[in-house]
């Protein structure tokens, strides 16, 4: 097998790894579809890995005009998801913030992935799991670390513990 071929047997792999992960956030996104839409998740998954948001960082966020924004949020305060405070720089703007049941709903959804991934990699040999690991570690170096600014995908919360 060439270096060309061994590239693309390498990318295929990838792609067939980011495939099953994808499944797994795309079925924890239909968990809750019954109570939030995917731009309202994007915004308590936003809020709960970057702190409470104003409206704009919402609307910049989300690629919409402030208004969307702003009736997304407004949706999400009438469900008891989010709550609006004054923002203590600037009263003249407004920030929400995750409530305690907003919270949950985002803990519920990376818990199902977390959990979902840990299934696979539970079947796995002691061996090849420690390989994939070393291997996803790797990966997220090489990739900078960068967190995802699409909240619908995100994995892992910051500071979140093995037991979520």
Do not use: W, Y
């Not at 809750?32 to 702190?51: F, Y």
């Amino acid at each position: 097998m060439d270096q060309d071929e061994q590239h693309a047997d390498d990318v295929d792999a990838a792609l067939q790894a980011a495939d099953v992960m994808m499944r797994v956030a795309a079925r924890s996104v239909s968990e809750v579809e019954d109570i939030v839409t995917s731009p309202q998740l994007r915004v308590l998954v936003m809020i709960a890995t970057r702190g409470p948001q104003t409206l704009g960082g919402v609307a910049a966020e989300l690629g919409v005009h402030a208004s969307n924004a702003t009736r997304t949020c407004e949706k999400l305060v009438r469900l008891g998801l989010v709550e609006r405070t004054e923002d203590p720089d600037d009263r003249r703007f407004v920030r929400v913030g995750l409530t305690a049941e907003g919270s949950s709903l985002v803990q519920r959804v990376i818990g199902h992935r977390r959990s979902a991934l840990a299934d696979v990699l539970a079947v796995m040999e002691p061996a090849e799991r420690d390989a994939a690991v070393a291997s996803f570690r790797a990966f997220a170096s090489a990739a900078g670390d960068l967190p995802s600014a699409d909240g619908r995908f995100t994995l892992l919360l910051p500071g979140a513990a093995a037991g979520l």
